[in-house]
Structures are given as structure tokens and as C-alpha cells.
């Protein structure tokens, strides 16, 4: 059976079980990936995977079950497993459960690929982790490592509305870090970040970033980063570099907006939110220069797509305007449930699991600014980049984050290196000291976002820039 076929065959057995909706969702992925280490590649994984995965709601409850082939007979049993699962659940009545209109679309869509990332050969991928892995050796690391993952996946809708989509999206990225050994002492730097850079486009984007034009680099300042000066402690002046500032806007804004978690749906990973739904367009989230979107029609970004796994097509929306709380991220049962009109933001990381709410591409809008004017407008402060750790407490709102480098900032000069940076904060208080913002937006990609109970690993893209935030706690207090 074609894709089609057997997400059509599932949908209608849960309808005949009794269902008052059910969609189905055929999936077939491919992933590869390659690591390296000091000059020699380490391992190579290559799978590949193709099943289907059925909803069915009966009265207020959702009943999921998936199988791994795509005969009629499989789809039409899975549909009314599906449909068997909710009605046994529903026997525990629940509130009202309604979904948001979204127009029946009949639709293809496919990511743009320049480069077929599964079509380079592999020595020529082996070569370039080899060789930047080896670079980082012969300038001093003692521990030189390199990635690349690629995923390239198909999928097949259909909905008892009347949905019939398909999408093929590929996803690439990859990254080198070196590790450097003192005594009592370890660092680390990588590039571009410390889990490699990753959007859905072809192989062009890992060439783009000429990974071993910056192994030496890094190598070199790992080591010096072994007796550079520990990043004092104290309240001041912090600027952040895009990479990890993608980072605190993953933790402390994108997690914090998934609808699910709001409404107490969902407490897994990353607990539930600080976030109440009455404020809802009142509330100061942070400075006004904080323009946060919900964005997954960015051409190129992690979180980037045609339509959700609910058949809802790729919108633009805004989380934070102007530094009020104004957007979520839902999915139709869920934005019913809270008066919304919207959903959108509803994925899963394989036909085998359930979807859910996931973060798309939750990024900043462009500053003013540059780094440059940042540090050249800042007197006192540290510069820090490159994420090394984080926590975050699960309400999304006290965070501390480690840094793999960091710089003084004096009088308007970038300084003398600091190891160990970290900084401190509580989400909104944070995020309302922002008074400088970058122009220079990087969608950066987060391909390991975890979230669900059983676990499941979303791809999720973070547009950011370098910003400052005044009078931040940073370092450790003796």
C-alpha cells in the first residue's frame, strides 16, 4: 500500500469503531550519522524506519497505537485499536474536548535541499570530521571531536476532515569541539556550538561552516582557557554571544509557552510553566526590545515546516511583542480548550509515538545594534558564549547556565579570556534588563529537545543575536 492508502484505511477503521475524529500519519526516515575522534572516525550509525501511527478521539479522550508496516490489514487494525483505546478512556468522563477549525488541505511540501546529504559519500564526510578532528590535535587539544547527523524523513497525512498531505523535510548539521586537560582543570571549546549547528537544508550548510578552518582555533583556546583567570562574582553588565542566548530563549521562553504545559497537561522533562493563561496579553515578559516569534516558515531553520502533524499549515505567529506576553504554542485540542483560534505547533519524532505540542522555530526579531556598539556601550560587564551547562528549575523560571568562555569587558574593550562563566537569573526579571540587542539573527538549531513521557526528541530552531542585560549575577560566590 502507498502512504496514502494505509493512513486512509486507519482513519476510517477508527471512524467505524466509533471515533468522532481520527487522523494517521505514515512516516519513513532515514538517519546517519559519524563521529570522529583525534584524527580517526569513531563510529557510523545508518537506519532506517517506516510505520504508521493513528489518533483517534472518542468523546473527550485520545486513544493512539502504532505498527511498524503498512498492509491493509495492519492499518485497519491499528485504526480500531486506536479507536478502542479512547473509548476506554473516555468511560472516565473528562471536560469537553474540541478542535479549532483548520481547513481540509490537500498538499505536498518538501524542505529546500541544495546538496542531498545522504548522497555525498562518506569518505568525502570522513575526510572532513578526520581531518578537523586531527587539525584540533596538532594545536594542543587532548580531546578532538566531530559530528555530522543527517535525518531525511517522508511523511503522509490524512484526516477524517478531509487532509491528505504529504512532506519530505531533510535535516543536516554537524560540529567539532576540543577538550584540553590542565592540572585539576578541564575545557572545552567548540564550534559553532557545543552541539554542532543544524537546519533543515542539505548538505551545503555543513560545508558552510568550514569546520576545519576553525579547528585550530578552538584547539588553542582550550588550552589557554586551563590558566586564564576564573569569571569573578558579582552583579554586573552581561553580554551574551547568539548561540547561547538560543539556548536561555529555548529554556526560559520556549518551554515556558507550550500550551500543554499551561494548562498542566504535561509535567515530563521540563516540568509545567510559570505562565498563567489570564495574563494572557498583559504581562511584561521582558524589556521592548524583546520581540519573540513563533515562526516554523523560516526557510532553512531546525523548527521549519509545511504543515504540523495535525494538518495545520506552517504560520507565523508572536510569543512576546514589544516585551508583553502575547502568544503559545498549541495544538488544536489544546488552543480549544484555552479559547484560542490556532493551533500549529503539534509534532512527533517518529510514527511510533504520540503528537504533541513541540516548539517550532521560537526566535528574536532583529535589534539595533551590533556586538561592536554592545561592548564598545559597555564600561563593566563580562561577554560570555558557547553553552557548557544549564538548569532550570520546572517552572521554566530560576535558571543558572555555564558558559565555555568568557570575556572582561572594560571600558569598552573586549579583555582578558575568563574560564568557568556563569550567570544567574529569574526568567521575566532577566529578560526585562535586555536594553541592547543585535541585528546579526542566527537561526540556530537544537536537534535534541526532550520532552514527553515516553521520551521524544524534537528539532526546534532559536533565531538569536548577541544582547546585554544589566546588573546580572555572574560567577560563583565564595
Not at 185 to 193: A, D, G, I, K
Not at 212 to 217: E, K
Not at 433 to 441: G, H, K, V
Request: proline share 5%; glycine share 12%; charged share 25%.
Amino acid at each position: 500500500m502507498t502512504g496514502f492508502d494505509a493512513a486512509t484505511a486507519a482513519v476510517q477503521a477508527a471512524l467505524d469503531a466509533g471515533a468522532r475524529y481520527a487522523d494517521a500519519r505514515v512516516m519513513h526516515r532515514r538517519y546517519e550519522s559519524m563521529s570522529a575522534r583525534n584524527g580517526d572516525i569513531e563510529e557510523l550509525t545508518q537506519d532506517e524506519s517506516i510505520g504508521l501511527g493513528v489518533r483517534a478521539l472518542v468523546g473527550s479522550s485520545w486513544g493512539f497505537h502504532a505498527v511498524p508496516e503498512l498492509s491493509d490489514a495492519a492499518a485497519r487494525d491499528a485504526g480500531r485499536r486506536a479507536a478502542a483505546i479512547a473509548t476506554a478512556s473516555a468511560r472516565v468522563p473528562g471536560p469537553p474536548i474540541d478542535l479549532v477549525a483548520v481547513e481540509a488541505t490537500v498538499a505536498s511540501w518538501a524542505s529546500a535541499c541544495d546538496v542531498d546529504p545522504l548522497g555525498v559519500p562518506l569518505t568525502d564526510k570522513g575526510d572532513l570530521l578526520a581531518r578537523a578532528t586531527a587539525t584540533m590535535r596538532e594545536h594542543g587539544a587532548d580531546l578532538a571531536e566531530g559530528l555530522y547527523q543527517i535525518w531525511d524523513t517522508t511523511k503522509w497525512f490524512v484526516s477524517s476532515e478531509g487532509h491528505r498531505i504529504d512532506q519530505r523535510i531533510r535535516e543536516c548539521g554537524g560540529g567539532i569541539s576540543a577538550t584540553s586537560i590542565g592540572d585539576g582543570e578541564t575545557q572545552r571549546r567548540s564550534y559553532p556550538s557545543y552541539r554542532g549547528q543544524y537546519g533543515t537544508t542539505g548538505w551545503e550548510l555543513v560545508t558552510s561552516l568550514d569546520l576545519a578552518a576553525h579547528a585550530a582555533r578552538i584547539a588553542e583556546e582550550s588550552r589557554e582557557l586551563l590558566t586564564a583567570p576564573e569569571c569573578p562574582s558579582g552583579e554586573t553588565d552581561l553580554i551574551l554571544g547568539g548561540e547561547q542566548l538560543a539556548l536561555q530563549i529555548h529554556e526560559s521562553v520556549g518551554h515556558a509557552i507550550e500550551l500543554d504545559r499551561i494548562l498542566g497537561w504535561e509535567a515530563a522533562f521540563a516540568g509545567t510553566s510559570w505562565l498563567d493563561l489570564s495574563r494572557l496579553g498583559t504581562l511584561r515578559y521582558g524589556s521592548e526590545l524583546m520581540n519573540v516569534t513563533i515562526d516554523p516558515t523560516i526557510p532553512g531553520a531546525l523548527g521549519s515546516f509545511g504543515f504540523d502533524d495535525e494538518g495545520s499549515p506552517a504560520a507565523r505567529r508572536d510569543a512576546v511583542r514589544e516585551g508583553r506576553w502575547v502568544g503559545v504554542l498549541a495544538g488544536r485540542d489544546s488552543a480549544a480548550v484555552a479559547g484560542l483560534d490556532h493551533g500549529g505547533s503539534v509534532r512527533a519524532d517518529g510514527w511510533a509515538r504520540l503528537p504533541m505540542v513541540r516548539m517550532t522555530n521560537v526566535g528574536l526579531e532583529p535589534g539595533p545594534h551590533t556586538l561592536d556598539e554592545i561592548i564598545a556601550a559597555t564600561d563593566d560587564g563580562v561577554l560570555m558564549d558557547i553553552n557548557r551547562s544549564w538548569s532550570i528549575d520546572d517552572k521554566r523560571l530560576n535558571f543558572q547556565f555555564g558558559c565555555e568562555v568568557g570575556w572582561e569587558v572594560k571600558k569598552g574593550r573586549r579583555g582578558r579570556m575568563l574560564r568557568n562563566p556563569t550567570y544567574t537569573g529569574i526568567g521575566p526579571v532577566f529578560w526585562r534588563s535586555m536594553d541592547m540587542l543585535s541585528s546579526e539573527i542566527v537561526p540556530w538549531g537544537t536537534p535534541n529537545c526532550g520532552k514527553g513521557q515516553p521520551g521524544q526528541t524534537g528539532h526546534t530552531g532559536h533565531p538569536a543575536a548577541p544582547a546585554r542585560f544589566r546588573n546580572v549575577r555572574v560567577g560563583v560566590r565564595a
